[in-house]
T-cell receptor, first 111, second 112 residues
Framework: DAKTTQPTSMDCAEGRAANLPCNHS???????VYWYRQIHSQGPQYIIH???NNETNEMASLIITEDRKSSTLILPHATLRDTAVYYC????????????FGPGTRLSVLP | DADVTQTPRNRITKTGKRIMLECSQT?????MYWYRQDPGLGLRLIYY???????NKGEISDGYSVSRQAQAKFSLSLESAIPNQTALYFC???????????FGPGTRLTVL
């Protein structure tokens, strides 16, 4: 599976949109992009995933570039409870054995 | 009640001891996973199971074994614990051809 690269940390003001980037330049045609987050030392929480179209759910939006080499997770109105480590993962379906959680991006939402 | 539970939540043990971590789920999912997380790092896959009696090695299976005797239960054993197995251990489940994994609360294991 393709490797991902994310910034180590980011800050965002409360109430503003948080835009978390992820590079996955070696992604192949049948690989999906997943986003999870981990609040403190709790179990990771699924946020969203997509293949090539932009996706939106009640938590976030996922924007995937046309060449699929990068993506952005958008939290439209960040709150203090969104402070967490966010993981971008690229994986085939259904091969969960290759689900690799890298170090992720530590997002701090500031009051 | 939580959908994915792990017991114990915290455990301190000594080098050389055998220890078992338990995971139970009420989600009815067929796939279950064990991960470990070291401080400041992401999660690494230890073992996974796609169904009862199905066992597959992950990235870091050495020193660990697992058992899946029932769909709802997946246990992780450390045959002879060593200090570098001190970590946070997570169990996760998913259903069929879907990588939306649901995680348990974690077990903090310390090996002295």
């Amino acid at each position: 599976d393709a490797k991902t690269t994310q910034p180590t940390s980011m800050d965002c003001a409360e109430g503003r949109a948080a835009n978390l980037p992820c590079n996955h330049s070696t992604i192949s045609g049948n690989e999906y992009v997943y986003w999870y987050r981990q609040i403190h030392s709790q179990g990771p929480q699924y946020i969203i995933h997509g293949l090539k179209n932009n996706e939106t759910n009640e938590m976030a939006s996922l924007i995937i570039t046309e060449d699929r080499k990068s993506s952005t997770l958008i939290l439209p109105h960040a709150t203090l409870r969104d402070t967490a480590v966010y993981y971008c993962i690229v994986s085939h379906l259904p091969y969960g054995q290759n689900f690799v959680f890298g170090p992720g991006t530590r997002l701090s939402v500031l009051p | 009640d939580a959908d994915v539970t792990q017991t114990p939540r915290n455990r301190i043990t000594k080098t050389g001891k055998r220890i078992m971590l338990e995971c139970s789920q009420t989600k009815g999912h067929d796939r279950m996973y064990w991960y470990r997380q070291d401080p400041g790092l992401g999660l690494r896959l230890i073992y996974y199971s796609f169904d009862v009696k199905d066992i597959n090695k992950g990235e870091i299976s050495d020193g660990y074994s697992v058992s899946r005797q029932a769909q709802a239960k997946f246990s992780l054993s450390l045959e002879s614990a060593i200090p570098n197995q001190t970590a946070l251990y997570f169990c996760a489940t998913s259903r069929g051809f879907n990588n939306e994994q649901f995680f348990g609360p974690g077990t903090r294991l310390t090996v002295l």
